[in-house]
């Protein structure tokens, strides 16, 4: 099936520290979710993206719609402890379905 | 918005029971309703997907007959894991989709299932 490659898989930063993420495809998007995951819960939607290009910023997290519509990034500023958890990706190919295709998810620990 | 429960959150049940987990879009209408099941660090598996009034669509993999989708109303879908067995223990966790505003997948807290 499709996938999307999403990395890396787990960081571990400092509090205060950037942080930045991405998902690549060899297929051509036309829709980009950012969702976050905490233990024992279901994903959060925290970014959806569905222009090439675009840019849209969610407090202290900023996620872009690449050119190319083939990836995504997820940024983090000045993180604080509540931000860790499991970030995904989920996408949308161009003329599918409504179906997601969802990344491995990229795991967030911060260092006390 | 786009509040999506789900009960309940943690059942325990003997191999060979059914188990009835329920998921309900609080404040829109789910036009579509998502079932998927989710194993220790790893991503999401879709099981099957739903739209009000109609079959569900499985998965590859997924036996129609073993997880039985009902989504009844515009506001709420239930899952059964019927003959439950151990192999089943797993975190389900569905989502809606509505329209307009609503128009992504807003999930539920997901229910722990374990199968003794």
């Known amino acids: 099936g499709q996938q999307l490659n999403q990395s890396p898989q787990s960081m571990f930063i400092q509090e205060g520290e950037d942080v930045s993420m991405n998902c690549t495809s060899s297929?051509?998007?036309?829709?980009w979710l950012w969702y976050k995951q905490d233990p024992g819960e279901g994903p959060v939607l925290l970014i959806a993206?569905?222009?090439a290009g675009e840019l849209t910023s969610n407090g202290r997290l900023t996620a872009q719609f690449g050119i190319t519509r083939k990836d995504s990034f997820l940024n983090i500023s000045a993180s604080i402890p509540s931000d860790v958890g499991i970030y995904f990706c989920?996408?949308?190919?161009?003329?599918?379905?409504?179906?997601?295709?969802w990344g491995a998810g990229t795991k967030l620990i911060i260092k006390p | 918005g786009a509040v999506v429960s789900q009960h309940p959150s943690r059942v325990i049940c003997k191999s060979g029971t059914s188990v009835k987990i329920e998921c309900r879009s609080l404040?829109?209408?789910?036009?579509?309703m998502f079932w998927y099941r989710q194993f220790p660090k790893q991503s999401l598996m879709l099981m099957a997907t739903?739209?009000?009034?109609?079959?569900?669509?499985?998965e590859q993999g997924v036996e129609k007959d073993k997880f039985l989708i009902n989504h009844a109303s515009l506001t709420l879908s239930t899952l059964t894991v019927t003959s439950a067995h151990p192999e089943d223990s797993s975190f389900y966790i569905c989502?809606?989709?509505?329209?307009?505003?609503?128009?992504?997948?807003?999930f539920g807290p997901g229910t722990r299932l374990t199968v003794l």
């Open positions: 993206l569905y222009k």
């Open positions: 297929s051509i998007f036309n829709t």
């Open positions: 989502s809606a989709q509505g329209t307009s505003a609503y128009n992504e997948q807003f």
């Open positions: 989920a996408g949308r190919i161009l003329d599918s379905n409504y179906q997601l295709i």
């Open positions: 739903s739209n009000e009034g109609s079959k569900a669509t499985y």
């Open positions: 404040d829109f209408q789910a036009t579509t």
